[in-house]
């Protein structure tokens, strides 16, 4: 069981924010682009009531389950429990997720470009609702470099990308992201 602990933020300058983690020595560690994510649930909508994820994120040729806690949050930085792993065959994890009664319920895409700044991992996210940054990372490394990159902590973002997305799966192909 790990914990994550990020800040979401809305972006309005994407190239300003690559200078400035340039200029903190800050690595470019993937800009291969694009990821699709597939949101499942069970028919009585349990994990989303219960302000919990489970989800499918393909990315890179690769894919990854992920399940993530109830967040709660301290001066706009986010903390939650979660489990993820990389899984070999995507479409036999939608079909396994199915057979336990849970199936696709939303899904959204994203390009992200990832970033190192010491000990945390800077994501800069474009999305249909537009671009945020995310950093992760352990909370006293988040909080420096949410100062470092000209942030305030009380600019975090307590919305998910599903939420801010609003996207919703195409009719008749639950299992493939629009």
Do not use: C
Not at 48 to 68: C, D, N, P
Not at 73 to 84: K, L, P, S, T, W
Not at 139 to 145: G, N, T
Request: positive net charge; charged residues 30%.
């Amino acid at each position: 069981m790990s914990q994550e602990i990020e800040i979401k933020l809305k972006l309005d300058d994407a190239a300003g924010l690559r200078r400035r983690l340039t200029s903190l020595g800050a690595k470019l560690t993937d800009a291969s682009g694009g990821e699709t994510n597939l949101l499942f649930d069970d028919a009585s909508a349990s994990l989303r009531r219960g302000a919990r994820a489970l989800r499918l994120r393909r990315a890179r040729g690769q894919a990854w389950l992920t399940y993530k806690g109830r967040k709660s949050f301290r001066d706009g930085v986010g903390e939650r429990e979660e489990i993820e792993s990389l899984v070999g065959d995507a479409d036999g994890i939608v079909a396994i997720l199915a057979a336990l009664g849970l199936r696709p319920v939303l899904a959204y895409a994203k390009q992200r470009e990832s970033w190192t700044l010491g000990a945390v991992k800077v994501e800069i996210d474009r999305t249909t609702a537009g671009d945020f940054v995310e950093i992760e990372g352990p909370d006293k490394a988040v909080r420096e470099a949410v100062s470092a990159l000209g942030f305030s902590s009380s600019q975090g973002l307590r919305q998910s990308y599903p939420r801010l997305i609003g996207e919703t799966l195409p009719a008749g192909r639950p299992d493939k992201p629009a």
